[in-house]
């Protein structure tokens, strides 16, 4: 620990030998190095990953003008100043089959959501304000030039920068890159995250229990998180507490891999073989941190791959996850790191807290009958019980100094990226 570590703020309540979680995640970008290698991949593949290069549009979109409604194709010149104007239907043109005549003056066309505007119109009336009488189409004085037309151009120009290199791909996105006519795209390599547990008593679920057996229920969430981020995970399931056994697929994981992630076997009893096989393997950066749940997240290093030793706990697990591993993988995806969602929230119950350590309490947010955010924590908070995990839908995020948190005092919460929050008429009859 540095100095520096040593005066900021908290660092007072913090044991000497705690990392505080501002100070790991620093050392932890400072050690991730984007996978910087490219392919170029379907678009229909593309959710999740990370662009490699600028995008930028070689149309218009929409690529003419259009139809933002059903109505009729008009000249903004003929619409009344007030009363009705009547104009003559000349066709009728509906989206995919433009018109290729002209129209001239007290002239429409009938024109459908999505068809391009006949060459001389500039204006759409809806079919709502409009009256038929044989070829003569009636229109009253509620249009205005240029009404209900889509321009071309005024979702994408063409030659824009629509996104740059390192944005993160989402859906939205992707129907955008489609929506210039781009099939493929050039992004980065996926991480590549070998991972694991550690545990004699550690078991497959599908097996039948054995005598102080425990499911591996680290290794389904992990991949949950890690699939979410569009990492490639590489599963090598669970290796018993021997130090032979650890080493050996710890090498192997880290071989074939960008990232290695562990977890258990990382506090300091017995059966935990983590953190001297880290030191003799690789390198260790860090291995106590000044959070709960999460205090012996241990971070380091074996030949090229970067590795978290997570703790056992699985609520811990998932903590860490999203606080250390979530904005590491971004960076080595090639992206800037984000951060959860944070907000504030009024706190609806007390906390136990001491001064000290950052908590990650799990919590439920809702919008409250005054139409506010409030929190309250999920029952029991044992970093064992990985229901409060399930039913959150936030983090509770309390810094360090902080201690027990009251009723109605205000709270910082980060929420889960899978986060939903219920309706403020949720449970009750819809008025
Ligand atoms: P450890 O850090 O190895 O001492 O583990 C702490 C706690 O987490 C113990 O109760 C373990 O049984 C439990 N644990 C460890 N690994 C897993 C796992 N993969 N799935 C569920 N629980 C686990
Ligand atoms: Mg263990």
């Known amino acids: 620990m540095t100095d520096a570590t040593l005066h900021r703020p908290g660092a007072a ?51 003419h003008d259009n139809a933002a409604m059903d109505g009729y194709a008009v000249r903004g010149a003929d619409l009344p100043a007030a009363g009705i104007a009547r104009l003559t239907l000349v066709g009728r043109t509906l989206a995919g089959h433009p018109w290729a005549c002209v129209i001239g003056t007290g002239q429409c066309v009938a024109i459908t959501t999505g068809a391009p505007l006949p060459a001389g119109t500039d204006t759409v009336v809806m079919v709502e304000r409009t009256e038929a009488v044989g070829d003569t189409i009636l229109i009253d004085a509620g249009t205005r030039p240029g009404d209900n037309v889509r321009f071309a151009g005024e979702d994408v120009r063409k030659g824009s920068l629509v996104a740059a290199a390192g944005t993160w791909l989402n859906p939205a996105l ?59 995970v590489i599963d090598l399931g669970a290796v018993p507490d021997d130090p ?56 380091g290093r074996i030949g090229a791959a970067v590795f978290f030793g997570l703790p056992g706990n699985p609520v811990a697990v998932m903590v860490t996850f999203l606080a250390f591993v979530r904005p590491a993988l971004q960076q080595l995806m090639g992206m800037r790191p984000t951060a959860l969602i944070r907000l504030e929230a009024t706190c609806a119950e007390r906390l136990r807290k001491r001064p000290g350590r950052r908590e990650f309490q799990r919590g439920i947010a809702r919008t409250g009958a005054d139409g506010k955010l409030q929190v309250r924590p999920t029952g029991r908070q044992g970093s064992g019980i990985l229901t409060s995990m399930s039913e959150a839908n936030c983090l509770i995020v309390l810094s360090e100094d902080r201690g027990t948190v009251e009723p109605g005092e205000r709270v910082s919460i980060d929420l889960l990226p899978w986060a939903t929050i219920a309706p403020l008429d949720d449970g009750k009859e819809a008025s």
């Open 13 to 63: 309540e913090a044991a000497a030998n705690e990392v505080l979680a501002t100070d790991a995640l620093a050392r932890i970008l400072a050690a991730v190095r984007p996978v910087g290698a490219t392919e170029t991949i379907p678009l229909w593949t593309g959710h999740r990953r990370v662009l490699a290069e600028d995008l930028r549009s070689a149309i218009d979109v929409p690529a």
């Open 174 to 232: 992707v129907g955008v890159v489609a929506s210039l006519g781009v099939d493929s795209v050039a992004v980065y390599r996926r991480p590549r995250v070998a991972l694991l547990s550690t545990g004699d008593e550690v078991q497959a679920p599908g097996t039948a229990l054995r005598s102080g057996g425990v499911y591996d229920s680290n290794r389904y969430a992990l991949n949950g998180l890690l699939a979410s981020l569009g990492a490639e």
């Open 244 to 299: 032979d056994r650890l080493r050996d697929a710890l090498a192997d994981a880290a071989s074939r891999s960008d990232v290695v992630i562990s977890s258990g076997g990382v506090s300091v009893g017995e059966a935990d073989f983590i953190k001297p096989i880290l030191a003799g393997l690789g390198s260790v950066n860090f291995w106590r941190l000044a959070i709960r749940p999460g205090r012996p997240l241990t971070f």
